[in-house]
């Protein structure tokens, strides 16, 4: 008992005066930034303070218009309690009496100066022991002094307690480092099978085995582990002569389904565009009679009822028929951008000199649009020195002014349409211009396309070769978009398959956080939503109680599917 309560923090006496342990601080609001915070109130202790008769004794509750009792920072994993403002007559089979409503208590070590240590069982009853400080005590029906006193009850610093604490972190520590740990090796890809070594049985098996279409990619692997572990010697060297001329004799054979693969491609690439023009062609025959139908001398018979479902119908087929257009000028655009690189090329050339052409010829028109307004303001000058003249002479006009003038204006209205002429004509060339750069970035674009092209195709081939598995798994599409999703998916069933009545998104999300913070609820909302087979949302509860639950539905799901 002295080794654990050598840790606990003593209180200097008890004064009578104050009710209370001098060395304790006064009752005081909470105060931020010092450590001292009101005590919090167990969930299964009543909020209002009452009455409460012990055999031995009756604590008195405090004055309600009180601030609550202040208490030190909370030690981490603190079961033990400092009880002061004992009454001198207490024994320990009162205190006993008292704080055992509270839970299980191990120790009791009660001092002469009316104050006293007590550890609990857990750190929750430490808790219920906060909230009976500040009630009054007093023993029977005596209200002597040494009968009466006024409870504080503080947290305690243990060394067993401290010492327990951190126990339970290691321990906890140790599991999440297991549990990574399993993860990553439940996450790694398992091993290969590792290559048997080199002799002649073994040699004849994967000889056979080269010979055979299904089991070729098996043996050309263990051929390439033996002739990289240095196999090869003059002894064996026939053997892997004859192996790798076998391997040779399947050249041939991959040439030859490339090449059907490919006219079976071009082949269905051909039946979807009759097929795709056909369909367009009927879509252009159904947008025709639509048309036909909106001209007045058939719009005028229809009710207005109808005519709104012809309107409807007609902008539901022209927007089919735009896509479907859409699709079928992609199509050729694909066709278009097969071609070679050398036709690509001079392509890009031809264009680039009328591309030059084009803008030398844009330059002179815009310089000729320039000196053309600079007359043409030159000219405006002069009508408007002229009109002030004329209005200074306040006398009739000369006819050699109004002849200036009339030509000064038509020599105005010429140069006007012919200002107009350049800028239309300026505009044409700068759509020429326009439309040249829009080709050459297409071209640009098929390029990149294409060396695209290439880079998926040597990934495919690299893969097929590399892979037993064939290409359209890979292709499949698949609600699930990253591993992170599948684990989060792996998760959160395990977490709805024990809790069989469903849980809130929230209470999930706070089951996440505990693994990694960095978890949004709405992602975790859009993925279980996208997995319908897998899991499920129902309404639960009546009136105020009405909640959302999640429910894991993927046995149900697997029988569906």
């Known amino acids: 008992m002295d080794i654990w309560m050598t840790g606990w923090q003593c209180r200097n006496d008890f004064d009578p005066a104050l009710g209370m342990m001098t060395g304790i601080p006064p009752i005081t609001p909470m105060m931020p930034g010092l450590g001292i915070v009101p005590p919090p109130i167990p969930p299964d202790m009543p909020v209002v303070k009452e009455i409460i008769h012990c055999k031995s004794c009756t604590l008195f509750p405090p004055n309600p218009n009180l601030p609550p009792p202040a208490t030190r920072e909370r030690p981490p994993g603190c079961k033990t309690v400092f009880v002061g403002g004992l009454p001198e007559n207490g024994t320990e089979q009162i205190i006993v009496e008292v704080f055992e409503q509270c839970g299980e208590i191990i120790a ?43 409870l504080h009850v503080d947290f305690a610093q243990a060394r067993d307690d401290l010492y327990e604490w951190e ?12 549990r990574r740990r399993m993860e ?18 073994e040699c004849s098996i994967v000889a056979e085995k080269l010979k055979d279409d299904s089991k070729f990619s098996e043996a050309v692997q263990t051929l390439l582990t033996w002739i990289e572990r240095g196999e090869v010697n003059r002894r064996s060297a026939n053997n892997f002569y004859s192996m790798i001329q076998s391997a040779n004799s399947h050249v041939r054979r991959l040439v030859n389904e490339k090449a059907a693969h490919e006219k079976d491609m071009e082949e269905a690439k051909e039946k ?32 207005k009822a109808q005519r709104k479902n012809i309107s409807v119908w007609c902008k539901q087929a022209e927007e089919i028929r735009n896509i479907h257009n859409d699709e079928l000028m992609g199509i050729r655009r694909e066709e278009e951008m097969e071609m070679s690189d050398d036709e690509i090329e001079e392509t890009t050339e031809t264009k680039e000199t009328e591309e030059s052409a084009l803008v030398s010829q844009a330059e002179a028109l815009k310089e000729e649009n320039d000196s053309l307004r600079w007359q043409l ?10 009109k002030q003249e004329q209005g200074k002479a306040h006398r009739e006009d000369d006819p050699n002014k109004e002849q200036q003038l009339k030509l000064l204006q038509q020599a105005l209205q010429g140069m006007q349409q012919h200002l107009l002429k350049v800028q239309e004509e300026y505009k044409r060339k700068e759509a020429e211009l326009e439309k040249v750069k829009d080709d050459k970035l297409q071209v640009e674009k098929m390029l990149e396309n294409l060396k695209e092209k290439e880079s998926c195709a040597s990934r495919l081939c690299a893969s097929n070769q590399d892979s037993d598995y064939p290409l359209e798994k890979t292709l499949n599409s698949s609600p699930i978009k990253s591993e992170r999703e599948a684990l989060l998916v792996g998760i959160i069933s395990t977490f709805l398959h024990v809790h069989p009545f469903g849980a809130s998104i929230e209470y999930i999300c706070s089951y996440l956080h505990r693994l990694d913070n960095k978890i949004c609820t709405s992602d975790v909302e859009c993925l279980m939503s996208r997995l319908q087979h897998t899991f499920k949302q129902e309404m639960t509860g009546v009136g105020a109680s009405l909640e959302k639950r999640w429910k894991f539905c993927g046995f149900e799901g697997l029988k569906l599917t």
Request: hydrophobic share 30%; charged share 30%; with cysteine.
């Open 108 to 150: 009791i070590r009660k001092s002469k100066k009316n104050f006293c240590h007590i550890r609990f069982a857990e750190e929750y009853m430490v808790d219920k022991a906060l909230y009976l400080s500040g009630y009054r005590i007093r023993l029977g029906s005596s209200t002597d002094k040494k009968d009466t006193g006024r």
């Open 167 to 178: 126990c339970k972190q290691r321990m906890l520590a140790r599991e999440e480092r297991h």
């Open 184 to 201: 990553e090796e439940r996450l790694r890809p398992p091993s290969p099978p590792p290559v048997v070594h080199y002799s002649d049985h």
């Open 272 to 303: 979807f565009k009759q097929a795709l023009s056909g369909i367009l062609i009927q879509f252009e025959q159904i947008v025709a009679v639509y048309h036909s139908a909106s001209k007045q001398k058939a719009w005028d018979h229809f009710t």
């Open 377 to 386: 303001d030159a000219y405006r000058n002069e009508v408007e020195l002229l």
